[in-house]
């Protein structure tokens, strides 16, 4: 059955009518061009509305249209990653039923502290780490031992992390913090280096979760003196990238650790509360240990790219996935009490 979908987008990242002359590949909004598009062809009713900072024009949009559901790309309100779970609370204020992770699991997830205590509370495993509060200088516990990477608290997409954030000692740890600091503005935190493969995994799901095939980031031509991590430059400079031999695809690994990750993800999903559809990104070290650095809800969507890719290995063509979530959506009940 065909549905009236209202696309929530920022709305700096909303498509252009017309196309012609614009290399889509290269935009800043092709995820939003390429889910919007793609349920358009599937004969969906879709209406675009870009928000930035002013909830207001959801509710008389939402009134006159009467969308079956809000497909949600909003990933931050009014450029504040973490104000995301507030235009989701918004929405089941409402009463309308959303695409994507509800305002709970935003939170615990956002909060990389808190998600990693959340997660070793259930015996999942994750890499020590000690938190720099916004002004504060860094002091680490006694367990913690260089190297450390230093990441924004609240952050995604890898924002802030270049090679300089692998540190190697108090120094170095002192000056990192202080950039993401000065820079992002935000708290920092500085998690025990886990030298290994950088794996992913794609879950689907509210009740009943599908695990998506493991996928890996692989750096064949990084030069040896380069820390191999997922900088902003190696997921978003496409020459960089080239030049580096990065890529990902379908890990290669034992059938018996393929099990394991997707266990500890399907684990880790559930944990943080997530619903929907999320990416649990993974490290694991030489000897096959393998931690949780963080979870990712509402992850990229473009057609291409890592999520999409590995539910295509799986046999879930792009337009099937997005009507999957579309049907998750609608399944998804909030909680209330009273």
């Given at each position: 059955?065909?549905?009236?979908?209202?696309?929530?987008?920022?709305?700096?990242?909303?498509?252009?009518?017309?196309?012609?002359?614009?290399?889509?590949?290269?935009?800043?909004?092709?995820?939003?061009?390429?889910?919007?598009?793609?349920?358009?062809?599937?004969?969906?009713?879709?209406?675009?509305?870009?928000?930035?900072?002013?909830?207001?024009?959801?509710?008389?949009?939402?009134?006159?249209?009467?969308?079956?559901?809000?497909?949600?790309?909003?990933?931050?309100?009014?450029?504040?990653?973490?104000?995301?779970?507030?235009?989701?609370?918004?929405?089941?204020?409402?009463?309308?039923r959303y695409t994507g992770c509800n305002p709970r699991g935003l939170i615990f997830a956002r909060d990389k502290a808190l998600s990693k205590k959340l997660l070793a509370y259930h015996r999942i495993p994750v890499p020590d780490f000690c938190v720099m509060r916004y002004g504060r200088k860094a002091t680490l516990t006694k367990k913690m031992r260089f190297p450390m990477i230093v990441k924004s608290l609240f952050f995604e997409a890898s924002a802030g992390i270049s090679q300089a954030s692998v540190v190697e000692d108090e120094e170095q740890l002192?000056?990192?913090?202080?950039?993401?600091?000065?820079?992002?503005?935000?708290?920092?935190?500085?998690?025990?280096?886990?030298?290994?493969?950088?794996?992913?995994?794609?879950?689907?799901?509210?009740?009943?979760?599908?695990?998506?095939?493991?996928?890996?980031?692989?750096?064949?031509?990084?030069?040896?003196?380069?820390?191999?991590?997922?900088?902003?430059?190696?997921?978003?400079?496409?020459?960089?990238?080239?030049?580096?031999?990065?890529?990902?695809?379908?890990?290669?690994?034992?059938?018996?650790d393929v099990d394991r990750i997707q266990r500890i993800a399907k684990r880790a999903y559930r944990a943080l509360d997530l619903n929907g559809y999320a990416r649990i990104d993974l490290r694991m070290d030489e000897e096959g240990r393998v931690y949780v650095l963080e979870a990712n809800p509402n992850p990229n969507l473009a057609y291409g790219e890592d999520f999409a890719e590995s539910a295509e290995t799986a046999g879930v063509s792009y337009e099937k996935l997005l009507e999957r979530i579309i049907a998750l959506g609608l399944r998804w009940v909030p909680e209330r009490t009273g």
């Open positions: 059955m065909k549905k009236r979908v209202l696309a929530l987008v920022h709305e700096h990242l909303v498509p252009p009518e017309d196309t012609t002359g614009i290399d889509v590949l290269e935009a800043e909004w092709k995820m939003e061009y390429d889910v919007i598009e793609t349920l358009r062809e599937q004969g969906h009713e879709v209406r675009v509305l870009g928000v930035h900072d002013d909830l207001a024009g959801i509710r008389p949009t939402a009134g006159f249209f009467e969308p079956h559901i809000v497909f949600n790309l909003m990933e931050a309100f009014a450029g504040v990653t973490t104000f995301d779970q507030n235009v989701v609370s918004y929405l089941e204020l409402l009463r309308l002192a000056r990192r913090v202080q950039f993401i600091h000065d820079s992002l503005g935000t708290g920092a935190i500085a998690e025990q280096f886990i030298d290994g493969r950088e794996l992913y995994v794609g879950v689907v799901g509210n009740e009943r979760l599908e695990v998506l095939p493991v996928w890996e980031m692989s750096f064949d031509k990084m030069p040896e003196n380069r820390w191999r991590i997922a900088t902003e430059r190696v997921k978003w400079n496409t020459q960089y990238q080239k030049k580096n031999g990065i890529m990902t695809n379908a890990a290669r690994i034992p059938a018996a």
